[in-house]
């Protein structure tokens, strides 16, 4: 077989999402949940920097994967193996994640850098003497300088660590911004990377709905362990069951299967999926931490009300870049609902020992869901994604 054969048949040939892909992103419900649990048990401004800079790293080895899966095709027994050896990986950051700042350390950096690694290499074979082979050289350069931090940071003390990791976390995000440029070696603009905007909206589609299943689970297992459910959990479980459903319908108004009419450049799809979606998803994370709270305490403490606004408000900041990224339009509805979750937010931290937990789940509930309704009738009514 000759090389451009070889290689046409390496490439996907449909932007359906390959069997192969959603195996991978099983690991994925572990690892949401192992982020959950690690703020859940330090709900303190430090564990939520903790929490952050984990949940940077769990993304990006999953939104780097999902990019390098754009361009190859899952019926092949190598990506197959391939794809397999990331999930392992995957599976063995996800263990780290409740002592990454602990004993855990080593592991998890070690399992994320094998896949930052692991993964241009794969290309840079598949791929050898095209373009995309050179973009991941580039890519790979990237890696290795943020992956200085990363292991700076597994032998410092915690303290430090926060620090190098922060540092790691941010020229990993910073990469693609700066066009992989590296200074006498070259660049990987975002016009040199083509791409299956269909694929890619697929698979940020699938593992958003992998984040809001971790709302049921835990939802499910606070009312399991509580041995019972009693009035005021079960009115609790539905407010939270609705605050989850209205979630999902305010995501899928707006960034549904309908989006081929939008930017389908590869800046703009970098934006719209690599970062946009990284804050959409976190926020749904923190919506299902937020329940769990809500479910499991009596009183609302400035912890509870601050994660509990704080969700949907990380949520429509990625809504926001979304449609700004995608379509151009500035989401003047979101700025508005922003705006009203933070006046709950201060009034709650303010009144946080007379306020019921039921009250200021409701005022959430309220401001999301007439934005889900909003944004759905906005969208029947003319399809132009300027809710």
Same mark, same amino acid.
């Given at each position: ?45 430090? /564990? ?12 990006? /080895? ?10 190859? @095709?899952?019926? =092949? ?26 004993? /855990?350390?080593?592991?998890? +950096? ?31 350069? &990237? ?21 190098? &990791? ?14 992989? =440029?590296?200074?006498? +070696? ?17 698979? @940020? =589609? ?15 297992? $606070? ?25 999902? &319908? ?40 937020? $329940? ?8 609302? $403490? ?6 509990? +606004? ?8 990625? @809504? ?45 509930? $309220? ?21």
């Amino acid at each position: 077989m000759d090389t451009t054969s070889r290689r046409t048949r390496t490439r996907r040939s449909k932007s359906e999402v390959g069997p192969v892909e959603l195996f991978f992103d099983l690991v994925y419900v572990f690892a949401i949940i192992q982020l959950s649990h690690l703020l859940i048990e330090h709900l303190t401004w430090q /564990g939520a920097a903790q929490t952050v800079i984990v949940f940077g790293a769990v993304w990006w /080895g999953w939104n780097y994967t999902a990019w390098a899966m754009n361009w190859l @095709n899952p019926s =092949r027994t190598s990506v197959q193996l391939f794809s397999g050896t990331l999930m392992l990986a995957a599976l063995g950051m996800s263990i780290a994640i409740p002592d990454a700042f602990g004993n /855990g350390a080593w592991l998890f +950096v070690a399992c994320y850098l094998f896949m930052g690694i692991l993964r241009p290499v794969f290309i840079m074979l598949t791929f050898k003497g095209e373009q995309l082979a050179a973009n991941y050289r580039m890519l790979l350069i &990237w890696t290795l300088a943020a992956g200085v931090f990363w292991v700076a940071g597994a032998a410092a003390e915690p303290e430090a660590r926060l620090i190098l &990791w922060l540092i790691a976390v941010l020229i990993d995000y910073l990469a693609p911004l700066a066009h992989f =440029r590296v200074p006498g +070696v070259g660049a990987a603009p975002m016009h040199l990377w083509e791409t299956d905007s269909e694929h890619l909206a697929e698979r @940020n =589609r699938l593992v958003f709905i992998i984040a809001l299943g971790e709302s049921i689970l835990l939802m499910g297992g $606070t009312v399991v362990y509580a041995g019972g459910i009693t009035p005021s959990m079960a009115l609790s479980l539905l407010v939270g069951f609705a605050s989850l459903f209205v979630l999902w &319908w305010n995501y899928f108004a707006l960034a549904g299967p309908d989006t081929k009419g939008g930017d389908g450049s590869t800046g703009a799809l970098r934006s719209a999926y690599a970062y946009a979606h990284a804050f959409m998803v976190f926020g749904a994370i923190l919506v299902a931490v937020s $329940t769990e709270l809500r479910l499991s305490h009596d009183h609302l $403490t400035p912890a509870i009300v601050i994660v509990t +606004v704080g969700g949907p408000l990380v949520y429509l900041i990625g @809504n926001i870049l979304f449609l700004r990224s995608r379509f151009g339009r500035i989401a003047r509805s979101r700025f508005l609902a922003m705006g009203v979750l933070a006046v709950i937010g201060v009034a709650g931290i303010f009144a946080v020992d007379d306020l019921p937990i039921l009250v200021l789940s409701l005022a959430v509930l $309220t401001v999301t869901g007439s934005l889900a309704a909003l944004t759905a009738h906005q969208r029947q009514a003319r399809p132009s994604h300027s809710a």
